[in-house]
């Protein structure tokens, strides 16, 4: 199984980004997908989910900004990021896992499948 995110970069804030997290080996239609985001001397959190079903979750300091999306057909996920803030620099990592329930699709510890992070740098 891999998963691989690109499309971080720098932005001025206010500004936009997609990211996309392509993946292989696994059935992507029957798995939830999470982004997650790691800012320097701070913990992973949760910034937006979308399972199988296509039921999205998002983070309160994101909603209204971002988008969590999926194209099954092309094993991919997205995360469209509108008017960022530099407060949303940080390392993306998108995951992945089949069987989650609603309850735990926050939590980075629930997903068994993990890509290798992208940045993303909002400036001032």
């Known amino acids: 199984v891999q998963l691989q995110a690109f499309g971080g970069g720098l932005v001025q804030a206010g500004g936009s980004l997609k990211l996309s997290c392509a993946t292989s080996g696994l059935t992507f239609s029957r798995y939830s997908m999470g982004w997650f985001r790691q800012a320097p001397g701070k913990e992973r959190e949760f910034v937006a989910a979308?399972?199988?079903?296509?039921?999205?979750f998002y983070a309160d300091s994101v909603k209204g900004r971002f988008t969590i999306s999926r194209d099954n057909a092309k094993n991919t996920v997205y995360l469209q990021m509108n008017n960022l803030k530099p407060e949303d620099t940080a390392v993306y990592y998108c995951?992945?896992?089949?069987?989650?329930?609603?309850?735990?699709?926050?939590?980075?510890?629930?997903?068994?499948?993990w890509g290798q992070g992208t940045l993303v740098t909002v400036s001032s």
């Open positions: 979308i399972k199988y079903s296509g039921a999205t």
């Open positions: 995951a992945g896992d089949r069987g989650l329930i609603t309850s735990s699709i926050r939590l980075a510890d629930e997903y068994d499948y």
